[in-house]
């Protein structure tokens, strides 16, 4: 085993998740200290989770990419949400960030960048329709609904509806790992994909990747809890919309799986940036949602699910749009503007509501 420098960033970030940070002047440069550690532990996570991929074959490569950074973001967000005051629809926030982030900005500029290299790129329509389906179906019914329901006022499920919501969105993800992993592994392939990826194997052994990825992931986690409490503090003190925060979670969640498919989409492999972007997202509101679900009850916790009426308005948008983009299988510069356009309005509009 070759000892990684990079490795250096999750064992700090686990030192200072278990012992404090010591005083280095204003909070603001404490949080940026915090931040690039936790930054370099999730690189490092989904680095070795993507080693790992390496040995399994597509698309199991790609979900066990898509459940590391899961796992991180499912940790922060739990984190958070155990902080005081805490805000209440924090998850609800930075899951639909993910959403926009993926689904229009990631999206879009894989769809774009690749447009401008190769003119058009082609994927397989039965596996970007799979993804939508699950998703749209668990966003609408987790985001949109809680606002029509009677038991419980306002965007707000009752405990009942919010286990049941909890169950089916684990019981379609479930399902949709079947239909990807075993019975339509087809659909999630494509001609210029070989089956062990793109890059050359890793060196490390298996098992050496995995302890490196454990130790990564707990930098990570413990990291999580200190760094929200800085962040929450932050963002009051400057006045920021509640809404930053998901957002600042979301990207730091898919920095490394957004460098990934941008990659894959400079290859001409636009079908592993449609698996990396759609997957990831699925694996956020799929396994997101039951998980803060379940500590929101546990905790006793309000946990506000409904989106607002602006909200609602893009998030139906950015389906319909990934519907007419997805639904060709084929790909050009005009679908990638059109998303990054509504990523673009999505921004402004938490800045200027």
């Given at each position: ?74 940790s ?14 924090l998850?609800?926030?930075?899951v ?9 900005g990631?999206?879009?500029a894989c ?25 749209s ?8 609904l809680p ?9 707000f ?39 062990g ?9 298996l098992?050496?990747?995995?302890l490196s990825?454990?130790?990564s992931?707990?930098?990570?986690i ?15 003190a ?29 290859r ?5 940036s ?20 379940v500590?929101?009850?546990l ?7 409904g ?6 308005v ?5 389906l ?25 309005t ?8």
């Open positions: 085993m070759r000892f990684r420098p990079q490795l250096l960033f999750p064992i700090a970030a686990l030192a200072v998740g278990a012992f404090g940070l010591p005083a280095l002047g204003p909070a603001a440069v404490t949080a940026l200290v915090m931040l690039v550690l936790m930054g370099g532990a999730v690189f490092e996570s989904v680095h070795y989770a993507d080693a790992i991929s390496h040995r399994i074959d597509e698309p199991f490569g790609t979900i066990v990419l898509t459940l590391a950074v899961t796992l991180i973001e499912v922060i967000i739990t984190t958070m949400m155990l902080a005081p005051g805490s805000n209440s629809g998850a609800r926030d930075t639909f960030a993910v959403i926009m982030i993926v689904c229009n990631l999206i879009g769809v774009l960048f690749g447009g401008v290299r190769h003119r058009e790129q082609g994927f397989q329509i039965s596996g970007a329709s799979a993804y939508l389906v699950v998703l179906a668990i966003a609408v019914l987790a985001f949109i606002n029509y329901t009677l038991s419980e006022p306002g965007p499920f009752s405990t009942g509806q919010l286990l049941f919501i909890s169950v089916v969105t684990v019981a379609l993800y479930a399902v949709f790992l079947f239909v990807q992993t075993v019975r339509h592994v087809e659909y999630f392939r494509s001609e210029g994909e070989d089956g990826g793109a890059h050359a194997a890793p060196e490390d052994r098992s050496v990747s995995l990825l454990l130790l992931l707990g930098g990570v413990l990291i999580a809890k200190k760094f929200s409490l800085l962040i929450d503090a932050s963002l009051s400057a006045g920021a919309p509640p809404a930053l925060s998901g957002i600042i979670v979301a990207l730091i969640v898919l920095a490394p799986e957004s460098i990934a498919a941008l990659q894959a989409a400079k001409n492999l636009l079908q592993k449609v698996n990396l972007a759609l997957g990831s997202a699925l694996a956020t509101i799929g396994l997101t949602i039951p998980a803060v679900a500590t929101s009850l905790l006793g916790k309000p946990l506000q699910m989106l607002n009426q602006r909200d609602i893009l998030l139906v948008l950015t319909f749009v990934s519907v007419l983009t997805f639904g060709t299988g084929r790909t050009n510069v005009l679908s990638g503007l059109g998303h990054l356009v509504i990523f673009a999505f921004l402004g509009l938490v800045f200027l509501p």
